[in-house]
């Protein structure tokens, strides 16, 4: 991966993950900042924030993707990462 450029400037849940933007004619690694959060007043859902390293990344203008998550949406996300989790861990442990 290319060296780490993102500059991270809040707290995330996630800081510098390894990402891979990819689209119709093209694929490229960069690097990403991963951040669940939820509206300190009045929460309505969950949300799950994504943004892609901008200094490294041409092939899209600078942006974050937005997914708002309803409780049982976001413990099911839960449940199948720690599936998938465990998975990995175990394949490593072979």
Do not use: I, S, Y
């Not at 994504?50 to 413990?75: F, G, K, S």
């Amino acid at each position: 991966m290319a060296d780490r450029l993102m500059r991270v400037t809040a707290h995330t849940t996630l800081d510098l993950v390894d990402a891979v933007v990819t689209g119709q004619k093209f694929e490229r690694e960069t690097f990403a900042v991963l951040d669940a959060t939820t509206d300190r007043k009045r929460p309505e859902c969950v949300k799950l924030h994504l943004e892609l390293d901008n200094m490294t990344e041409t092939a899209l203008p600078a942006h974050m993707e937005e997914l708002q998550l309803t409780p049982e949406q976001a413990r099911t996300l839960a449940a199948d990462l720690e599936k998938h989790a465990d998975t990995v861990e175990a394949a490593v442990e072979e």
